[in-house]
């Protein structure tokens, strides 16, 4: 996307435009590439998966001169590109040492997708797109590196081309244009993901897309198409246009194309992952439209930081320019002593504290890496709780000695809070699964898996009830708390559906029937079964339902977990902590909030029951609520999957897929459950 002075350009809507709807037709590419680790493994045209072919992404392997494509199709449309654009004189002579290929490979075929006249760099631009050149190669203060990679990789692509055209070398410093139009795939590239979220490769858009703004509170998101799009999308108009200060001439002049130059009827066959631009947010007439370029989930300084390194601007949006820390922001990055003695302690100690939170940081960041390339659940589980728990003491980052030592900790909803919880939802998963893989045959293996799930399900559940609760304040975040609700849910209907549940009513423990079937258990206290299935059969979302329906949600699952929470965290140090996942008023103030003791939710009739003591509340209820949170998070992430994402989106089949199994969610939605 470009990242332009608004002065310059920006996209505005036509029309008023309700939240939920596709506000373009599918845009296709202008330029794109996999990425180096999946050429081998997915089609270089379309981007879908290549049959019975693995992908590398830890096995150093030669870059292959030639393409993949998983049909004749598109390796008719596309292996023209792939030789008269030079990419393959670049990856015939790459060098190993230079590292991913992807940019350089989307230069030069946005390169050669350009008017032969396009010798030069009016005014920064390309094809009425941004180059930012010359503030990224602007050496003083900034990222030296960076510039050694655009000058080298502008030679490499400057060697290819000429390559192509039979002489052995470029002349001295005739790299210009190569520079830009790296430069323009640094800036406006956006990361193409597969319907499971892994990042393939790199496109660029032409100015429909790449002309949005970025905002840290967007009304707007995103999608891909990476097969034919549904004729319901394809049949979507264009509901936004150019809205820049200065006139069309003044465009023309400064390099800026129209956007009605660019013909879709002529693009509409080519190959490449197709987006889609979707309001999350109503967008009034005239109202400039906005995407967010970096994790929102992320605090202020972190995302100015990461911004500024891309793409070279300071964010002024809403959330950014506030005089005061959003409350979001504030509790994104919020790290305090425990102890509330520490005050005068630490008064003109600030150093200490910037301290902890560089420390943190790279104990967390160092525990999930150390995870994500080594695979060693067991040891990671231990170092994220150990750090969450016990957090690092004041003598630890050079603080004197003191009879009351305060000890620094992540408030409950610190983004690297919220990282670690991801991690340890898949650590813990992956721990459950091994388990059953080694000891498939032993009872007390199969009770110790089901533990390991069960903690994985409840640190899914909070991840996804404090990302609510973030979006109360920022609905901007509704795409985020759609995928945690979705994995909760899943979660959860995971954990009830485990066979492990058998063995403890075989031990004797007080259990009723606990085989459950959805359509028995569809909750009569609230209208999300019906909200969801009047979305899949006949239409869109509507903004007036969407606070009705979280309310009731709400009201619904908190009342549910708290039946069940003590039962899902026992044994868990870090989650003893946690009195409620949903509802998070027993935080308190944000002056001792992150910090304080809390005690354990953990004498639960569910818990008490499940050690075998006298209880009211069997295993086999337990088992009820789990199943049931699991219905109301999956149903409620899916709905507002349905706002960010249209109703034909991958997640809303997968949805389905786990529904429809268990006696015909969809068709069976009348019946109830007694609550």
Known sequence: MSRSLKAEMEMRGREDIEMGRDITPPIPPLSYSLHDSFLLSHCSACFSPLPLRPTFPHIPLPLPHLLSYCSPRCSTSDSPLHFSSAEFHLLRSYPSSFGESSDLRAALRFLYSLPASSGSVPNGRLAGLLTNRDKLLARTGYDEELVERIRDGARIMAAARKMREGHVAPEQNDFVLEEAALCLVLTNAVEVQDDSGRTLGIAVYGPSFSWINHSCSPNACYRFFLSSPPPCCSQARLRIVPGARHGLETQKESGVCSISEFSYGEMSENNGPKVVVRSIKRIKKGEEVTVAYTDLLHPKEMRQSELWSKYRFICSCRRCSSSHLTYVDHILQEVSPASRQSSSL?????????????????????AITEYLESGESESCCKKLEDMLTQGLLYEQLGG?????????????????????????VSAYKVRASDLLTLYSGTEEHHLEALDLSRISAAYSLLLAGATHHLFQSEPSLIASVANFWMGAGESLLTLASSSVWSIIVKRGLPATNLSYTLSKYICSKCSLMQKFRAILHHGEAQSTDLENISSEFLDCVTNITQKVWGFLIHGSQYLRVVKDPIEFSWLGTSKDSSTRDIQPHLRSSAVVSYHGDEGSFSVCEAHKCIFQVGVHCLLYGGYLACICYGRHSYLITHIQNILDPEECLINRFHETDEL
């Open 346 to 366: 630490l008064s003109g100690q600030d150093i200490y504290i910037d301290g902890a939170i560089e420390s943190l940081t790279d104990h967390i960041n160092d």
């Open 400 to 424: 004197r000695e003191e009879k009351s030592q305060p000890v620094f900790k992540l408030h409950p909803l610190h983004y690297l809070s919220l990282n670690a919880y991801t991690t340890l």
